[in-house]
């Protein structure tokens, strides 16, 4: 058996080896003679495209006999017109009521009769039955009269008098602090000051702020400042710490708002418009009003 195989491969071998040998040898064309260099290259086909154009130097051989010109020089570009597209959605429009072919034909993909065939229903009906949002019980609510406000430490404030962004001898508003970055740009009612830092005030400071917590009333006092609270609105916000908003579309600046009377103990005056550069210093009857309060 193995006897049979090997002499079936030798003899298939020494056929293959005589047909190579037979064939008579291949025999290719001799190379085109050598372009001039001032010979310029054949005109490609114009594109309606933005890229550059770049041709190849094929020799003949390597092309085959097919698509040369000026003796086995091929000119060809990377985009082609075959390749240029539209542009065109990913996913096309669903086309209903168009045949069956299309799969949604007739009824259009609603079935036959029923309530979601014929029309639409209320957001969030479940068939009869008690829907979701009744289902859920009630939890909390949500105060009508509440205050956010941005807060600020004094030691925030001393770093930025002694980086020489703040001028410590004018008064502090809330646009002061806005423009140098100890706030975020979102004031929503107002600014806070609080006690963080208090140690680094040692020299006497003027702010107007909307609240003001007692540790940090207590330093600035102490180094021979003051803190008043003031009343803004959210116009009144806008209009000190965006006059330019109101410049820039032709209006003028509001009239300073009063205070609620459930935040009239809370204040200690109404806020000016434009920024104050001037602080107004408390009288006695406002200081022994402020005291008794506090």
């Known amino acids: 058996m193995i006897r049979r195989r090997l002499s079936s491969l030798l003899s298939s071998s020494s056929l293959s080896r005589a047909y190579l040998t037979s064939r008579p040898p291949l025999r290719l064309p001799p190379p085109p003679p050598p372009l001039p260099p001032s010979l310029p290259l054949p005109p490609s086909l114009p594109l309606r495209s933005h890229r550059p154009q770049r041709f190849h130097l094929l020799p003949s051989s390597a092309i085959g006999g097919r698509g040369q010109c000026c003796g086995g020089v091929r000119a060809y570009s990377l985009l082609s017109l075959n390749d240029l597209r539209d542009s065109q959605p990913k996913k096309q429009k669903k086309r209903k009521g168009r045949g069956i072919g299309s799969g949604l034909g007739k009824t259009a993909g609603r079935g036959h009769k029923g309530q979601k065939a014929r029309g639409t229903m209320k957001f969030g009906f479940e068939g009869g039955q008690t829907p979701l949002r009744r289902r859920v019980p009630k939890r909390g609510f949500k105060n009508p009269f509440s205050l956010t406000f941005q807060p600020v430490g004094l030691g925030k404030i001393a770093k930025l008098i002694n980086a020489g962004k703040i001028d410590s001898s004018e008064l502090i508003t809330m646009k002061t602090l806005k423009d140098v970055g100890a706030i975020g740009k979102q004031i929503k009612d107002g600014v806070r000051l609080m006690g963080r830092g208090a140690e680094q005030i040692q020299w006497p400071i003027h702010l107007e702020v909307s609240r003001v917590t007692i540790r940090a009333k207590a330093a600035v006092e102490a180094a021979g400042g003051s803190v008043r609270r003031v009343y803004y609105n959210k116009l009144g916000l806008r209009a000190l710490v965006k006059p330019e908003w109101f410049e820039k579309k032709g209006r003028l600046l509001p009239k ?20 104050p550069t001037k602080p107004i210093l408390f009288l006695t009857e406002e200081k022994e009003a402020v005291a008794t309060v506090s």
Not at 260 to 270: C, H
Request: glycine share 4%; no cysteine; proline share 25%.
């Open 256 to 275: 300073p708002a009063r205070p609620p009377p459930k935040q009239m103990d809370k204040v200690d005056s109404i806020g000016r418009l434009p920024a």
